[in-house]
């Protein structure tokens, strides 16, 4: 067993609260009490402990849209930089994908995974390309996954762009992965269905995809209306809106990610709501694209569950609440804009997308969930309970704040200190292998 105490827990928990002396009691995987750390170091002499001192402890942050295979983007310069969003996707994205190999795979995803320890991730929905190695794609994550133990859902990126082939070879890739890894048995992995987004599918492609997933219950992963090009193309070429094609293919369910949704109208915040399709905003990817402000407030207002992401922007959830805040204020002209809605997709929405994807009780600290737990080293200098935490960790956490990061009941991370990785060796191999994809890129 394992005892975590002699701190302020935030259980995140309605019932529970938080508990100013409180302590976590870890058996296997899951959580078996929360309560005063006295009583249970008392109750179980035995356990091994790990003194918080004080630290803020509470449960790990869950990404809902990651792009693990970014990471090698990072200072890579651009001879012919991007106008607008389709250029970006043409002139980095599209370019970078076709020039992974199966290494880069793996150590583009070491990296970030390294990274959401360190930041107190510990659960990420990823979505992958890299089209000239497609097959075995997912097994490099998969190894990446176990080494470090970052709760991961897969996801390969099917698309047209790159031909039939390549285009079958991504829904083989998708189909290997939720036969495995989908439907809950796997400690740390869960599986969707990926897509690109409707510009770069045909109905044909999006029908074969339907028909791939079969009776499994599983859904999609997929960008909807980021640009405003996709609802352009869609229209154009067959007559509907995004969310309407996506409807009318079958794609949307309670079990799809349908990410961004920037550019939807009325109409299709009710066909997302009416199919309980879960939407993921990623706020800084959007203002960093500049393809717009996600109508997030009005689809929460509407019933549809939306969560929070950063799209491979950052590994540092807390980042992204920050932006979500000040980004809805900024486009709404209005101080108190999003100081509940923020707050809901990180805590309330992110725990209930992880659970439909992986079958678990994340996000929270309580009796029976999976024991995901982070110290933050954060030392409150106003009073902390239960209607004052969100604006704690607003204002006052970062993720490099992070002391120690637990996941699945194995310990990560100790005082800062990652376990069992030489991290200084993954990054060096990285760098290694991001000046040869430069070269090729």
Known sequence: MLLIGNGLVLTMDKKLGVLKDGAVLVEGETIVKVDDTEKLRNDYPSAQFIDAEGRLIMPGMINGHMHLYSTFARGLALADPPANFIEILEKLWWKLDKVLS????????????????KAGTTTIIDHHASPYAASGSLEEIVRAVETTGVRTALAYEVSDRDGKEICDAGIEENIRAIEKY?????PLLGALFGLHASLTLSDDTLKRCKDAVGKRNVGFHIHTAEGIQDVEDSLERYGKRVVER?????????KTIAVHCVHVNDNEINILRETDTMVVHNPESNMGNAVGVAPVMKMMDQGVLVGLGTDGFTADMFESVKVANVLHKLEQKDPGAAWAEVPKMIFDNNKEIARRIFGKDLGVLREGATADIILVDYDPATPFNEDTAYPHLLFGVSGGMVDTTIINGKVRMLHRKIEGIDTTAVAAKARSLAAGLWDRF
């Open 102 to 117: 199966l290494e880069d795979v793996y150590y583009s995803a070491m990296v970030p995974l390294i990274d959401c320890i």
């Open 182 to 186: 989908a439907g809950g048995d796997h």
């Open 246 to 254: 996506l409807g009318d293919a079958g794609i949307l369910g309670p």
